[in-house]
């Protein structure tokens, strides 16, 4: 017997959790903010954005929110900080930041 994934929190019993090849619930991963585990913080810089849109396809968390065309600032809740974002922006405007913000 499987406990349902949304109601799984840091109190469930390991006992009641399914092996991990076992969850197959897409898009889940929502429903828990990951952007805790964070060591550094992409600053999203608008001033120096250009809308090139490079930054959100790499984003392997989809922190970066794009609404009518335009990308937004960082999901902070699920952003663990990698990085990429910063490394593909040809503009500068995503600026890394040791810690959490």
């Known amino acids: 017997m499987r406990t349902d994934i ?8 390991v006992g009641e959790l399914t092996e991990g090849l076992m969850v197959f619930a897409g898009g889940t991963s929502k429903l828990f903010n990951t952007g ?15 809308q090139c849109l490079l930054c959100a396809p790499v984003c392997p968390d989809v922190s970066i929110p794009v609404v009518d065309g335009k990308r ?24 890394m930041k040791e810690g959490v913000e």
Do not use: M, S
């Open 36 to 50: 805790e585990w964070r060591t550094n913080t992409p600053v999203f810089k608008a001033d120096l954005c250009k």
């Open 72 to 95: 937004l600032d960082f999901d902070y809740d699920h952003c663990k900080g990698c990085g990429i974002c910063a490394k593909v922006c040809p503009f500068g405007a995503i600026e």
């Open 6 to 13: 949304t109601k799984i929190n840091e109190q469930t019993p």
